[in-house]
DNA sequence: TCTCTTGTTATACAACCGTATAACAGGAAA
DNA sequence: TTTCCTGTTATACGGTTGTATAACAAGAGA
């Protein structure tokens, strides 16, 4: 004979509270436990909710983790850009800030990297994860090609901010994966010499 | 009534073939299916071989995967050093055979790729992958040191290697995921031009 | 040819997976 | 105060997970 278990309490959140919460405890889930430990259940308990209320904001647990690489990505997009903003008004000053932003809190983050690395993993198998990919790469690339060409107007910059995407994204990479046998500053440095070696007025 | 299942023939593998076999399929699958779609049953599957057998040569699944690791980063690592030493003897040829092999099969490809995130994202959450994770990146910084020093003797590499390690990674990483805004030999021709930049000697 | 070791199999097990469903209760609207 | 919608819960379901185990048979050694 098994007793029946009260009905816990709870209160109905406004708007979609909810959703913002499932999301943000997807990608925590995702940072603390990776892909093999992120499941429904997992997610919902971190959220503090029934696993069953997945289903009523998302139609399964693919399309929640699509929607928190896409909340997770603009968060980055959003920091960087604030990072570059909070500069001083030149060229190079903004330049500077952009790269010292990627290897800081929050961006240079273990806990943002285990994030996307299980997003890069599904961009192999999952179709949306790939467009996302595509997307938030292509944003940031245009980004990086404006404080380019702000500095030097007129040529042609694809090929750099390419390479500098590259660059920081492997150096963003071990420092976040932790145990890198350089500091956050070192990495700022190596960026910016490398800038100032392929754009010789900086 | 349950008829029984006859008994599938086999035969013994000698030495540890069945043990190399299981570390091949185990990185197969991970590339195929990646972490989420990789299991006992898959991975036995894919070898071939009834589920029970993975603990006969392994203490379990994660051991298996640390060892796959360990066998594929040697791989990569033995194909660097096939190609460098395939190149002209002189550094400045080896170091761009290190590059150019870089961003080419067999080091170049998706399914690499879909390994290796494995690899990464298992870093946060396993010790001895974390571990294997040191040996690996450190043998290879010190390789490539040793391909600068070759061409600009005495100086110390140190960041160059870590920043050309970063630069490497992040273009390979790019390539390897698909869809890349960019071509193999532009690849190359990126990172030649930073080492000219930074070596004025190349 | 026989024996024996052990690599290999089929199957069992409890725990967990993602999803489905019906009962419930919060709280705005009337 | 009552009604009613729906956000939320507990629970159920079939399928899969990693591991455990006992039966079996391959093939070397005697």
């Not at 009523?56 to 929607?67: K, M, Q, T």
């Not at 790939?130 to 042609?156: F, Q, V």
Request: glycine share 4%; net charge negative.
């Amino acid at each position: 004979m098994q007793a029946k278990e009260p009905r816990a309490q709870f209160h109905r959140a406004p708007a979609d509270e909810r959703r913002l919460a499932l999301i943000d405890a997807c990608a925590a889930t995702l940072a603390r436990k990776g892909v093999h430990g992120t499941s429904v259940r997992e997610i919902c308990a971190a959220a503090g909710v029934s696993p069953g209320l997945l289903r009523h904001y998302f139609s399964g647990i693919d399309e929640l983790v699509a929607d928190t690489y896409a909340a997770v990505g603009a968060q980055v997009q959003a920091a960087l850009n604030d990072a570059v903003e909070a500069a001083d008004p030149t060229p190079e000053a903004r330049l500077i800030a952009y790269l010292t932003a990627s290897f800081a809190p929050p961006i240079a983050d273990a806990d943002l990297l285990s994030t996307w690395l299980a997003f890069w993993s599904l961009t192999r198998t999952d179709a949306k994860i790939a467009r996302l990919h595509d997307e938030i790469y292509a944003e940031n690339r245009i980004t990086l090609e404006r404080l380019l060409d702000a500095h030097a107007p007129g040529s042609d910059h694809r090929l750099t901010a390419i390479a500098l995407t590259a660059l920081v994204d492997g150096l963003w990479l071990e420092l976040s994966l932790g145990n890198a046998p350089f500091t956050p500053d070192e990495a700022t440095a190596l960026a910016a010499r490398w800038l100032a070696a392929l754009l010789p007025r900086i």
